[in-house]
């Protein structure tokens, strides 16, 4: 048998359709794990991670105006706000509400007062990481604020120009309606990294 007959016999034409088969099959099984692996990042990032972007100047100068973030939606399902985390919060339960960002201060069973600029937290100063102008108005808190469970007290970092527990329109945030907590700084550049270091 020459060459030219073997290529063409059956068996040896049979062989090359089911390898060229295989090819086929092999780069569709490859697309499609490829296009299921992007679908099933696309949603697990949905459902964990949202952005925020900063509209207020209530966080300055830790939070700028315009800071874009994506917000951990998962990490209070299975713990708590502790003090210090910056939270993202509504007002209340409605989807279209307005989200604010806030440093979490006073924890569920705790009392807050805010007096001589100072804050008392059961009664006794407390002492923050960083460093925040002194309170001209307490607000709400110039007299003692009891959380329940579920209550927690927040601050904006700008103490003196910040719409927070303070004040009746905010006022104890409840955790139903924490949305989530600051994790990653999406721009400006600069800023770009977690968050952890606040």
């Given at each position: 048998?020459?060459i030219?007959?073997?290529?063409?016999?059956p068996k040896i034409q049979?062989?090359?359709e089911?390898?060229?088969?295989?090819?086929?099959?092999?780069?569709m099984?490859?697309?499609?794990?490829?296009?299921?692996?992007?679908?099933?990042?696309a949603?697990?990032g949905i459902?964990l991670?949202?952005?925020?972007?900063?509209q207020?100047?209530s966080?300055?100068p830790?939070?700028?105006?315009?800071?874009r973030f994506?917000i951990?939606r998962?990490?209070?399902k299975?713990?708590s706000?502790?003090r210090?985390d910056?939270i993202?919060?509504?007002?209340?339960?409605?989807?279209d509400a307005?989200?604010h960002i806030?440093?979490?201060i006073g924890?569920?069973?705790e009392?807050?007062?805010?007096?001589?600029g100072k804050?008392?937290?059961?009664?006794?100063?407390?002492q923050?990481a960083?460093q925040?102008p002194?309170i001209?108005?307490?607000?709400?808190?110039?007299?003692t604020?009891?959380?329940?469970?579920?209550?927690?007290?927040v601050?904006?970092?700008?103490r003196n120009n910040?719409?927070d527990?303070r004040?009746s329109?905010?006022?104890?945030?409840?955790?139903?309606y924490i949305?989530?907590k600051?994790w990653?700084?999406c721009?400006?550049f600069?800023?770009?990294?977690?968050c952890e270091?606040?």
């Amino acid at each position: 048998m020459d060459i030219k007959n073997w290529k063409q016999s059956p068996k040896i034409q049979e062989a090359k359709e089911k390898l060229e088969d295989e090819k086929v099959r092999g780069f569709m099984r490859w697309g499609f794990e490829i296009v299921v692996t992007l679908v099933l990042a696309a949603m697990v990032g949905i459902m964990l991670f949202q952005t925020v972007t900063m509209q207020e100047s209530s966080m300055e100068p830790t939070i700028a105006v315009g800071d874009r973030f994506f917000i951990n939606r998962v990490v209070y399902k299975f713990s708590s706000p502790k003090r210090g985390d910056l939270i993202v919060f509504r007002t209340n339960a409605s989807d279209d509400a307005a989200l604010h960002i806030r440093r979490v201060i006073g924890l569920p069973g705790e009392t807050v007062q805010i007096s001589d600029g100072k804050i008392l937290i059961d009664g006794k100063e407390y002492q923050e990481a960083g460093q925040f102008p002194e309170i001209t108005n307490p607000g709400l808190a110039s007299t003692t604020v009891t959380l329940e469970s579920g209550q927690y007290f927040v601050l904006g970092d700008n103490r003196n120009n910040s719409e927070d527990s303070r004040y009746s329109d905010i006022g104890n945030v409840n955790k139903r309606y924490i949305v989530g907590k600051l994790w990653f700084t999406c721009s400006p550049f600069e800023k770009f990294g977690f968050c952890e270091r606040w």
